[in-house]
């Protein structure tokens, strides 16, 4: 996420913190590389510039200009006015008033409405709500059908639409039905177009007449950068959409969209999705979001899905092997299949402060192929092995890749990961052996983080 557009700034902000003192000139040098970073990142042309005078402004007082460190100083206003852009504030559902509440969301074909309609249920069943979901879309084939295999999923009920009703009959029999389900809060999943027409407009017009919705929410596909822009400014033009769900975030190093969205409507992103996974919804905080891309992580976020999915009891037994160096490969099992509940190993990494560009993590993947391979892996190995990696030797690798079904190299890089968290986490366990005492804070910070995050904090 944002990862092409965090790189360049980077290097923009390196520049600016290696000056000694900070001129008028070599601010305007380093404002023109951030306003490239982010036209190169798809952010809309007159969002930049208005970004970047923002910024020019906030940096041409003398406060800053005389600061010790301009260059930080500068990094700071960044981070606001980007916060600032982002919308300000985490902007909540409307769900008070009259029960059922109604969300209604739009937007056009392959933006994934329909599994964000499950994300966004699951997401208000852990709310303490009691949701239902209205397949409306009977034009794209198995629409219907795929949404009430994601409300068995999710827990939730589905009203049972058919392709052979009318769109505006499921609209209003649908909210009458949900009343005798007792549903609290109804979501509307509708039909798209491969682009904005009239007739889908007029459509989407008829419904929010019927159905009335507090919350009319676009859903965008974020690595589309400006079009999804575009079309989020034309659907709030014809049916006055009240936010945003920015859709495939984890797959959108740019971030154009998200930077652009909120100007450009005037209107909240409200959630992004961050995953194929039916939790992988999260609030959009804009502060949060404005320090990743800034490299300088998410822990907040990355706190709150450890303690939403980690067995503390399990985890303070494997915080206990650690500090006692007892570690094995069955432990480093359970702990890849704990930190896989919270996503993929380049998100945790991107949330962790300092943490997204150490080269020696960057090869260490969790995910669900990954995982089921060194489970076999591991499950091949004897006891003794497992509990003293070290006796594995090349025979034994052959043996092991052989009864896995894997290859020696697959071996190789399982016992390699493993031997590199195992020293770090002894480096993060150790006191921290830092000079300088701002530099060990920081140092021990991170390994407090990272200490968390492999212990389940």
Not at 96 to 101: F, N
Request: net charge positive; charged share 25%; with cysteine.
């Amino acid at each position: 996420m944002f990862e092409t557009l965090a790189d360049k700034l980077e290097i923009s902000f390196k520049r600016l913190r290696g000056q000694g003192t900070l001129s008028e000139q070599n601010l305007k040098s380093g404002l023109r590389e951030v306003r490239m970073a982010l036209l190169e990142a798809d952010v809309n042309y007159k969002v930049a510039k208005d970004f970047i005078e923002s910024v020019r402004q906030g940096a041409i007082g003398q406060d800053v200009l005389k600061s010790i460190t301009p260059g930080q100083q500068v990094v700071k206003i960044v981070n606001d006015e980007l916060v600032k852009l982002m919308g300000g504030d985490a902007k909540p559902l409307s769900l008070s008033g009259a029960s059922p509440v109604v969300i209604m969301l739009v937007g056009l074909q392959g933006s994934g409405k329909t599994t964000t309609a499950a994300k966004l249920a699951k997401f208000l069943v852990k709310e303490s709500r009691r949701p239902c979901l209205v397949p409306a879309d009977v034009y794209r084939p198995a629409a219907v059908d795929q949404l009430k295999i994601l409300a068995e999923q999710v827990g939730v009920r589905a009203y049972p639409s058919t392709t052979s009703m009318k769109t505006l009959d499921i609209a209003k029999k649908s909210i009458e039905w949900a009343v005798q389900e007792s549903c609290d809060v109804v979501i509307v999943d509708t039909a798209g177009r491969l682009h904005v027409d009239e007739p889908l407009m007029n459509e989407l017009i008829q419904i929010k007449e019927i159905v009335n919705p507090r919350e009319i929410l676009f859903v965008a596909d974020a690595m589309t950068g400006q079009d999804a822009v575009n079309v989020a400014k034309q659907f709030n033009n014809d049916i006055d959409i009240t936010g945003i769900i920015l859709t495939k975030m984890d797959g959108d190093a740019r971030g154009g969209a998200a930077l652009s969205i909120r100007k450009i409507t005037g209107k909240p992103i409200k959630f992004i999705g961050v995953g194929e996974k039916i939790n992988a919804l999260e609030i959009f905080h804009p502060e949060r979001m404005a320090s990743r891309i800034l490299g300088m992580g998410d822990v907040l976020t990355l706190v709150e899905k450890a303690q939403q999915n980690f067995d503390m009891a399990e985890a303070n037994k494997l915080e206990s092997k650690l500090r006692t160096n007892n570690f094995t490969l069955n432990d480093f099992k359970k702990q890849l299949q704990m930190i896989k509940k919270l996503g993929s190993m380049e998100q945790i990494l991107g949330m962790i402060p300092g943490m997204g560009k150490l080269k020696q993590l960057k090869g260490l993947k969790t995910d669900g192929k990954e995982l089921v391979k060194t489970e076999a892996i591991i499950n091949s190995m004897t006891f003794a092995e497992r509990n003293h990696s070290n006796i594995i030797n090349g025979s034994r690798r052959k043996r092991i890749a052989k009864g896995s079904g894997t290859s020696v190299n697959d071996v190789n890089q399982l016992l390699k990961n493993y031997d590199q968290i195992c020293k770090m986490m002894k480096q993060f366990i150790a006191p921290s052996k830092g000079k300088g005492k701002g530099k060990g804070k920081g140092k021990k910070r991170q390994m407090d983080i990272m200490k968390g995050m492999f212990s389940g904090f």
